[in-house]
């Protein structure tokens, strides 16, 4: 297999098998690989070339979506595939970004669990399916709510201080309020103590 080799843009290096274009890498890392310099490269070593070479594509791909915010493994790997890269050069850039600790899925969890409980007001079993969906596991999911203070219907209360007392003072606004606490994984126990702080009476509504 013939090996060439162009200069990209700002540090890039562009690398054609045999005429057709296959990956594009950093300088610093193709110049220090054990392939530069090298024109052609038998059989037996294009396996090794390949897996090496194509995993680090995907390491910088990797980089370069992690700078615009934090992404966990699963996410990470499912968004390097959908760009493209094999699904072994994934592995192999999530798993070496995990080791220098570019990925961190519980600080991914406590930032995303922060910013769910505290700006959307979300219930701690609505956080976790949360965590889940972006491809944290339940057991880092459940640790990571325990730091949360767990109060749900002062959660209600507050919320309905902060957002939903304009909407308390008929029914359709109250049922608008219900399904909207609901939506944030509220428990319709939890939301009937809470209005009933209000001296609403929810016998009318029930569990909308």
């Not at 098998?17 to 037996?44: L, M, N, Q, R």
């Not at 791909?61 to 992404?71: Q, V």
């Not at 499912?78 to 519980?106: C, M, P, T």
């Not at 640790?143 to 957002?163: G, S």
Request: charged fraction near 35%.
């Amino acid at each position: 297999m013939k090996i060439t080799v162009t200069k990209g843009k700002q540090n890039k290096i562009h690398i054609y098998c045999d005429g057709e274009y296959s990956f594009t890498v950093d300088a610093e890392y193709w110049f220090s690989s054990p392939y530069h310099g090298k024109d052609t490269i038998d059989s037996e070593e294009s396996s090794a070339f390949y897996d090496a070479v194509g995993s680090r594509c995907a390491f910088i791909a990797g980089l370069r979506l992690l700078s615009y915010r934090d992404h966990s493994e699963k996410e990470l790997f499912i968004k390097l595939v959908q760009k493209g890269h094999k699904k072994i050069y994934a592995e192999n850039a999530v798993s070496q970004l995990k080791e220098y600790r570019y990925i961190d899925d519980e600080r991914v969890a406590e930032i995303y669990a922060k910013d769910l409980f505290e700006r959307k007001g979300m219930s701690i079993n609505a956080i976790v399916s949360e965590l889940c969906r972006k491809g944290i596991s339940r057991e880092i999911a459940l640790e990571t709510v325990e730091k949360l203070d767990n109060e749900p219907i002062l959660r209600i209360i507050d919320l309905l201080n902060k957002k939903y007392f304009r909407y308390l003072s008929d029914d359709k606004g109250v049922r608008k309020t219900i399904s909207a606490l609901q939506r944030l994984g509220y428990k319709w126990s939890d939301i009937n103590s809470a209005l009933r702080q209000y001296e609403i009476e929810t016998e009318d509504f029930g569990d909308v």
